[in-house]
């Protein structure tokens, strides 16, 4: 018998809009790894990279195993196989796969990674890494998966959420998810604060399952896997799911978010977080945005809040003179509009006064006073006092020194939830004999 050795099995970019998922193959990797005699040695992973740069397949999202196999010829013969025969190559997939016999991860792996969670790295970076570090690596169309690939391996977890995904048998691929609202709602309840953005209570909207034709039904995320396993007993669906897999993720920690931006770091589809003095009171444009620009030592940077954040009209409350810590992702400048950053979160540093100059007000009648004509002052119209000069009055400020962050139905994979703030897992709790991949019956 050859001796065991720990296998890295990193893939990314399967998927397309028309249908696919990563997550879906990573089920039918796990699913033939159960029957070859092979060890897992933690959940499957499933990491989500830097959400703004512009070729992302949806969320973004590689998937790492990480195995003990006596037979890794065979694997990863059979996995490449797998990639190609469950990637949507057609409609535009780039899929990678990278493999590593390594029991620990190179400093350089992690490095690769930490970079791709908020920068643009594009394929011939991850090539020239492959090549530099021996890697074997298998892609299809451009290999821009190799990117997501090598990143998911080399992650390091600083804090980490689960997400249970359940799958949908075949015959069921396409068609329309019907599951009980009052199900989501109640499994949401009673599940907290060890599940998370399940369901949007304020607009009445189901959070779990998605919308395109991938086999997805539903994806749970959460803290635990004893919470995630008694919430799919909550939940009611219309039809038979074919099983379900526990993935180890960053969602929900806003991992995208640990860079702070520098005049070098500022650069097209970047992530990350920077403070700045409100330049000019925002104004609001047509369908809701709002915009304003800030000074970051020196340098004007445009900010827009998109109205469906459900944060613009906290934006808006801004005014000239305001501190404010702020996070997102840049959109490259083109001819018409100049580079700007999107905003994620807001935090108020500092909340300047509103002062504003009025007319003034008469001690005795309470009345406010009328203009007499251009630098003449002002005078009561009901017992005629006069006053020479405007007041200043202070309004009150509608919004408050806190963070705030978007509504939860406009929260992106990466966005750390307000039950999660201050929460950091570090612990996990992978055990190999729960049921963290399970095939359901007939
Ligand atoms: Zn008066």
Same mark, same amino acid.
């Given at each position: 018998?050859?001796?065991?050795c720990?296998?890295h099995?990193?893939f990314d970019d ?10 879906f193959l ?9 029957k070859?005699?092979?060890?897992f040695?933690?959940?499957?992973? @499933?990491?989500?990279?830097? *959400?703004?740069i512009p070729? =992302?397949? #949806?969320g973004?999202?590689?998937? %790492?195993? $990480?195995?003990?196999?006596k037979?890794?010829?065979?694997i ?12 949507d ?8 796969l ?9 400093s ?8 791709a969670?908020?920068?643009l790295?594009n ?5 020239k890494?492959?090549s ?5 690596i ?15 391996i080399g992650?390091?977890f600083?804090?980490?959420t689960?997400?249970? @995904?359940?799958?949908?048998? *075949?015959?069921?691929?396409? =068609?329309? #998810?019907k599951?009980?609202?009052q %199900?989501? $709602? ?8 060890y ?11 189901v ?10 039904f ?6 635990r ?7 799919t ?8 799911l074919?099983g ?8 929900g ?27 000019q ?14 000074n ?6 445009q ?21 404010i ?5 840049l959109?490259?400048a ?16 500092d ?7 009025s ?7 309470k ?7 251009q ?16 007041k200043?009055?202070?309004i ?5 020194k806190q963070l705030y ?6 929260h992106?994979?990466l966005?750390?939830?307000m039950?999660r703030?201050g929460r ?19």
């Amino acid at each position: 018998m050859n001796p065991s050795c720990t296998l890295h099995i990193g893939f990314d970019d399967t998927d397309s809009p028309e249908g696919m998922c990563t997550t879906f193959l990573a089920y039918k990797i796990v699913d033939y790894l159960k029957k070859q005699d092979s060890e897992f040695l933690d959940f499957p992973w @499933l990491i989500r990279f830097n *959400p703004n740069i512009p070729w =992302k397949t #949806r969320g973004n999202g590689a998937v %790492s195993l $990480k195995i003990r196999t006596k037979n890794p010829i065979k694997i990863k013969n059979k996995i490449k196989k797998l990639v190609s025969k469950y990637s949507d190559t057609k409609n535009g997939a780039n899929p990678g796969l990278v493999f590593y016999e390594q029991k620990t991860i190179p400093s350089n792996f992690t490095e690769f990674s930490e970079l791709a969670l908020w920068q643009l790295i594009n394929r011939n970076q991850a090539k020239k890494f492959a090549s530099k570090n021996n890697l074997e690596i298998f892609f299809m169309g451009n290999g821009q998966g190799l990117v997501g690939a090598i990143g998911a391996i080399g992650y390091r977890f600083h804090d980490h959420t689960l997400e249970l @995904l359940s799958y949908r048998r *075949p015959s069921k691929f396409g =068609k329309e #998810r019907k599951i009980s609202s009052q %199900s989501v $709602k109640t499994m949401q309840d009673k599940t907290f604060p060890y599940t998370f953005n399940s369901f949007d209570n304020k607009k009445s909207k189901v959070l779990i399952t998605p919308h395109g034709p991938d086999p997805v039904f539903y994806g749970v995320r959460g803290e635990r896997v004893d919470t995630l396993l008694s919430a799919t007993k909550i939940l009611e669906t219309e039809e038979k799911l074919a099983g379900h897999m526990i993935f180890k993720s960053n969602q929900g920690t806003n991992d995208h978010l640990k860079n702070t931006f520098t005049k070098l770091t500022l650069k097209p589809y970047a992530s990350g977080i920077i403070t700045g003095v409100v330049l000019q009171n925002p104004t609001i444009k047509k369908g809701g945005h709002v915009f304003f620009s800030i000074n970051c030592s020196g340098d004007e940077l445009q900010c827009a809040v998109y109205k469906q954040t459900g944060i613009a009209s906290t934006a808006l409350g801004l005014i000239k003179g305001d501190k404010i810590c702020v996070g997102g992702g840049l959109r490259k400048a083109s001819k018409t509009f100049p580079r700007v950053l999107n905003l994620e979160f807001i935090e108020i540093v500092d909340l300047k006064k509103n002062m504003v100059k009025s007319n003034p007000i008469c001690k005795n009648c309470k009345k406010s006073m009328k203009s007499k004509g251009q630098n003449q002052g002002y005078q009561c119209v009901k017992c005629g006092k006069t006053s020479k000069n405007k007041k200043n009055f202070e309004i009150q400020r509608k919004i408050q020194k806190q963070l705030y962050i978007p509504e939860v139905s406009a929260h992106r994979h990466l966005s750390r939830p307000m039950t999660r703030i201050g929460r950091i897992n570090k612990k996990s709790d992978f055990d190999e004999s729960s049921l963290w991949f399970s095939l359901y019956e007939n």
